[in-house]
């Protein structure tokens, strides 16, 4: 027996949200001053463009290396809004690496979204 999937009714769904979220980051492990960072989400070619900024491949020798730095200059530049205190993206390159690693948390992760915990294709056919 086939079972009967349900066709989505709220296209809205499917699309990235348009809205931002803002994240505090705390300045100094001693410190009560907060960086305010609006983070949007990744639409998937966003995610993919940031998977594929990683890769140097390198044709003649047939090998591959990945470049983090590379992702994640992608990353601060397409998806940190907007920060106050007002921030460049070059500023946000330069951060402590207090400050940094909590940016990199909050960022999206181009490695789990693109593998993530379920990727919701249930290898469907066209079934009649």
């Not at 390198?58 to 200059?73: A, G, H, I, W």
């Not at 397409?78 to 205190?85: A, G």
Request: with cysteine; hydrophobic share 35%; net charge negative.
């Amino acid at each position: 027996m086939v079972e009967e999937k349900k066709a989505i009714t709220d296209k809205s769904r499917l699309f990235a949200a348009v809205n931002t979220e803002c994240h505090h980051i705390r300045v100094a492990p001693d410190s009560d001053e907060y960086l305010q960072v609006w983070i949007k989400e990744p639409t998937w070619l966003q995610v993919e463009q940031a998977l594929s900024s990683v890769m140097n491949i390198d044709s003649t020798s047939k090998s591959f290396d990945l470049d983090l730095n590379k992702m994640y200059r992608f990353m601060v530049e397409n998806f940190v809004e907007k920060t106050d205190p007002v921030l460049t993206s070059v500023d946000l390159l330069r951060l402590s690496p207090y400050v940094g690693a909590q940016l990199k948390e909050i960022l999206p992760n181009p490695f789990t979204d693109m593998m993530g915990d379920d990727t919701g294709n249930e290898n469907s056919t066209n079934e009649s």
